[in-house]
């Protein structure tokens, strides 16, 4: 039972260059989230699906594209990438939404230059 | 916007003391959560509290929660060195799917 996983663990990109972070549970969970973390700061929601074939959006979700690929997976692409979305991303899922508690990935660390 | 605040943002504390953190915040909540988070990892759900309930315990952790003020309080009691790491609050609002989490307290705890 390896919880949530995250891929990759570190990333460096170029300006405009794009990619897609993945995530994937194996707890069987409603729903998933994505948050970035920058420093000294708590965790921002990026975009979050309720329950599969949904996804909406959060705090910060300009840049960001997302897919709810199935139950267990949830990726989140960035076309684009900006200096400004230099940050450590996580993934987590739930049970029952923001009604009980989050179960956090491991985090991607991302430079972008 | 950061819908939880913490207070202090960094506090540090000897082995075997009590180490009280604060979290504010501003709409009206179904149910407000603390986190742990060591040092460049994932974090780590501790307990939840809901608007009906005032206090509530597990193991060293107590919580406590004033919905008139819109405070709860994480008291950690006999700290340890395992305990250094970043605690956060966190609140949903509305019946929503959306956690807000706030900018953490920083706690050492120094053997």
């Known amino acids: 039972n390896a919880g949530v996983t995250q891929t990759p663990k570190f990333q460096v990109l170029k300006t405009g260059q794009s990619m897609t972070l993945q995530c994937a549970q194996d707890?069987?969970?409603?729903?998933m989230y994505w948050y970035r973390q920058d420093p000294g700061m708590g965790l921002r929601l990026i975009y979050y699906?309720?329950?599969?074939?949904?996804?909406d959006k959060g705090e910060v979700p300009n840049g960001y594209n997302v897919s709810r690929l199935n139950k267990r997976e949830f990726s989140l692409r960035l076309e684009s990438a900006a200096p400004s979305q230099t940050s450590v991303y996580f993934c987590?899922?739930?049970?029952?939404?923001?009604?009980?508690?989050?179960?956090f990935g491991p985090g991607t660390r991302l430079t972008v230059l | 916007s950061q819908q939880g605040e913490e207070d202090p943002q960094a506090l540090s504390i000897q082995e075997g003391e009590n180490a009280t953190m604060n979290c504010s915040y501003k709409?009206?909540?179904?149910?407000l959560q603390w986190y742990r988070q060591n040092s460049g990892r994932g974090l780590v759900h501790l307990i939840l509290?809901?608007?009906?309930?005032r206090e509530k315990h597990s193991g060293r952790l107590r919580v406590t929660l004033d919905t008139s003020k819109k405070s709860s309080s994480l008291l950690i009691t006999a700290s340890r060195a395992a305990d250094t790491a970043s605690y956060f609050c966190?609140?949903?609002?509305?019946?929503?799917?959306?956690?807000?989490f706030g900018s953490g307290t920083r706690l050492l705890v120094r053997p």
């Open positions: 987590a899922s739930s049970v029952l939404g923001g009604e009980g508690e989050q179960f």
């Open positions: 707890m069987n969970h409603n729903s």
């Open positions: 699906s309720a329950s599969e074939g949904t996804t």
């Open positions: 709409t009206s909540i179904n149910n």
């Open positions: 509290i809901r608007s009906n309930e």
């Open positions: 966190a609140t949903d609002r509305d019946s929503s799917y959306k956690l807000i």
